[in-house]
């Protein structure tokens, strides 16, 4: 029988993760697109996972949910 905190660990390594697209990051970070897309270029931002376009190109840049909200919480504890 498992405990209840290698239950919880299990539940983690299986639950899916969201992925953001630009819009939804900034609204997240409650900015227009245009002013978002300077952010996610920056070299301390989270890096994007590159999505195929089904056309053979990687052009569907997504951005992993956990990761932006931890470069938002590490910069608000600097703060």
Known sequence: MQTKEEQTV????TEVRPLWRLEEV????????????RFV???TFPAPIRLPNGLGGMSHARWKADD????????????
């Open 10 to 13: 299990k539940r983690q390594e």
């Open 26 to 37: 900034a609204r997240y970070l409650n900015l227009a697109p245009k002013v978002a897309r």
């Open 41 to 43: 270029a920056a070299p």
């Open 68 to 79: 932006v909200e931890a470069w938002v919480e590490r910069y608000r504890e600097a703060a």
